[in-house]
Structure formats: C-alpha cells, structure tokens
C-alpha cells in the first residue's frame, strides 16, 4: 500500500480526493498496488465529509510519518507551500505540486534536492491545467527542438476577451460578470495584469531550454488598457485580440513575452473561446501541434495531479520529472524582436499618412466608421525597439497592439 498527504482541502485538493475515491478501482491497477489518502492538512474541520477523520493541523506529523511516500501540494501560493515541500523531499518524500507560483520561483532548487535524492517533484498541474503539455514535451517530443511555445494560458482573461468580441461588452462590465461568476477574484490582478500566464510561460520555458527562465525577467502586459474600441478595430481587421503567453527561439537565444495579441483567423488559436485554454508548439521535426482544454476548475486540474502521483507511486526509486538546471538563461531583448504592430493614432488619415509612410514604411490603414477623431494602422514587420523610436514621434498615439 502507496499511503499519500494531501496539503490543502480547497478546490483542487479536495478534488484530488473526489478523483482518487471516485476511481480508486482503476487508480490501484495503473499504479500496481493500493494507493490511499492517510492525510488532509487544513485549518478548518470538515465534518460529515469522506475527509472528516483523514484532517490533521500539524504539517509534522506528515513529516515524520515514514509511511507517507507522497505528499501533494495544492495550497496554492510561495508559503508555507515552499517550506513544507522542501521539508517533505528532504525527508525522501516525493512531492507532487499544482503551484505554478511556487514552481516559477523555486522549481529550480526543488528539481535539484528530488534529483539529488532519486525521488520526484512531479507539476503538470501547474501550467494548462487538466491539459497534459509538460510530460508530452519531455516524453513524446524529448527529440523535437521546440521552436516556440504560444498559449492562452489564463482562462479568466481569455472568458473576458470572448465577451468584449462577442457581446461588445466594456472592460469593466465583463471583468465584474468574471468576479460574478467565479472566474475572477476579488482582487483580480494576477490574471488580468498577466502575471499568472507570465509564471506558466516562465516553467514552459525553463522545460524547453534547460535553464531557469525567470518569470520577473519576461515582458509582461495585462488586458486592462484593452477597450472596446480595440475590439471594434480588431473587427475591422477580421481579428480578435487573445492574451498570449510565448516563447520562441531565436538561433540560440529565447525570447518571452506576455501581452494582449491580434490574431488572424488563420492561426490556431483565433478560435479559443471563453474559459478554454489551448498551447501551440512547434518543434523542428513534428511541426504544428495543438494541445486544447479546460485550463483550470477542480476537477480537470486534479486529474493532472492524479496522474502525476500515479508516476510517483510507479517510480519509487527513480526520477521520472522535466528537471532545468539553475543556472539562469538571459532572454532575448524584447528590442530586438520582430513583428507587425497595430496602432491606434488621433487624428485624419489626409494629414498623416504620409508622415507615418515615411516614419514606418507601408502601412494598411482601418477606420471606425464615422469616428473622425482617430484612425489605426498595421505597420510591415520591424523590430519592437524600432517601433518605440519611431512611434516617440508621434505623440497622437494612444494604443500599440503586437500583431501575431
């Protein structure tokens, strides 16, 4: 008999229960013997629940238990999750996590200690979701160069997105119809500024270069100066604006960014609506490939934490993890990236055009119907640190949008 502690009682963690009672049957045979929930670390109490007399309060006594071989951590956030999950592989534990902000920050020294030690620290729940992304690259496409990673991985922004184009709902509306709904959190900075989508982007990253790519290092830009006079232009262009986390190759350099993009109809994920997350890659030999699914809720996320203690439970003795070293890889300079750009200008097309053609080169100009005070424009592609000298110039500029 496998016996495992799960930290933490909330949305995943009491879904991780529900998915391992529920199918325990099955679990058993994939894992080739008994695998059973010993503890719950939580606050609260839950009586009249399967949970009520598996609680304890006291993260040592899971510590100190040498029956426990696994401990799941789906607490959420760096602390206490850091300390007991460094505490729980330094005492031979092998560690399976959901927490992209304690695997953006520390995955690095917490890969190496469960190396160290021949045990595993195991996060595909960590990025996607219940979409499965971080085996497939290390297992089916280990002998792929992946040449770029771009995904809606927030699912809070991407519902937010959907509703501007779809209902030309504002901003603000659709943010408190998220909150509403329980999309979005009281406080919902980490989604719509893009921090979260920058930490799953970071650990995508990290997998694909072997070296720590750290998520304060990675050009990061909400959806909150997105209006819906964006959305109406985007309509003009046949486009819709996604949030886009991304990693690309450059020889042999990388380059991340999270922003808000316009994406064409021709491209993968023009068509990710409301919540649904989905990742593209490209990889040198396989080409384009589409990973699609429920980005976050109880139960897809705590399939993905299942699966990976159903590997922790096969591979005792042995390191089965996608593991980076370190070492800290510098990123590309946004500057030097290149791209198409959107721009939204005051002013009559008759007395700029002309100046903007010899500023940026061609451009395709868009207009709003009978909105006379502002026009938009594609440039051709040009470097990012181009665009920003050129467009100094012109103070009338009042939005940029990077086009994918």
């Known amino acids: 008999m496998i016996k495992i502690a799960v930290l933490g009682y909330g949305t995943v963690g ?51 238990d040498e029956e426990v071989k696994i401990v799941v951590e789906v607490m959420g956030g760096i602390e206490p999750a850091y300390t007991f999950v460094k505490k729980s592989l330094l005492a031979g534990k092998s560690v399976v996590t959901s927490n992209k902000a304690l695997v953006a920050k520390h995955g690095a020294e917490l890969l190496a200690i469960a190396k160290e030690r021949n045990i595993n620290f195991l996060y595909e729940a960590s990025v996607g979701g219940g979409i499965p992304i971080i085996r497939p690259l290390t297992t089916s496409l280990t002998g792929d160069v992946i040449e770029e990673i771009t995904g809606i991985l927030n699912g809070t922004t991407n519902y937010m997105m959907s509703k501007m184009y779809h209902e030309n709902a504002d901003y603000d509306a659709v943010l408190k119809e998220a909150q509403a709904m329980g ?57 819709k604006i996604k949030l886009l986390a991304s990693c690309t190759r450059d ?72 593991t980076w070293d370190e070492e800290k890889l510098e990123l590309e300079d946004k500057a030097d990236t290149i791209k198409k750009y959107f721009v939204r200008i005051k002013g009559a097309v008759a007395d700029l055009k002309a100046q903007l053609e010899t500023t940026f080169g061609p ?15 594609v440039t051709e592609e040009m470097s990012e640190g181009a665009y920003e000298r050129e467009a100094a110039k012109f103070p009338q500029i009042c939005q940029m949008i990077r086009v994918k």
């Open 183 to 239: 999309y979005a959190e009281r406080d919902p900075s980490a989604d719509v500024e893009g921090h979260d989508a920058c930490r799953k982007i970071a650990i995508l990253s990290s997998i694909i270069s072997g070296k720590l790519v750290d998520f304060e290092d990675i050009y990061t830009e909400g959806i909150t100066k997105i209006s819906q006079t964006d959305i109406q232009y985007a309509k003009a262009l046949e486009m």
């Open 251 to 322: 020889g042999d350099k990388l380059c991340a960014i999270v922003a808000p993009h316009l994406v064409s109809p021709e491209h993968p994920l023009y068509n990710i609506e409301d919540v649904f997350n989905s990742i593209f890659v490209k990889g040198n030999m396989l080409g384009d490939s589409m990973f699609y699914g429920s980005g976050a809720g109880k139960l897809p996320t705590a399939s993905a934490v299942v699966g990976d203690i159903v590997d922790a439970a096969k591979n005792p003795n042995r390191s089965v993890m996608a």
């Open 14 to 64: 009491s879904g991780v229960a529900e998915v391992i009672w529920t199918n325990q049957e099955l679990i058993n045979k994939r894992v080739g013997e008994e695998l059973e929930i010993k503890y719950i670390l939580d606050l609260r109490e839950f009586p009249g629940t399967p949970a009520e007399h598996l609680i304890v309060h006291d993260f040592d006594q899971i510590v100190n």
């Open 363 to 377: 451009i395709t100009v868009v207009t709003l119907g009978d909105n006379n005070d502002e026009f938009g424009f």
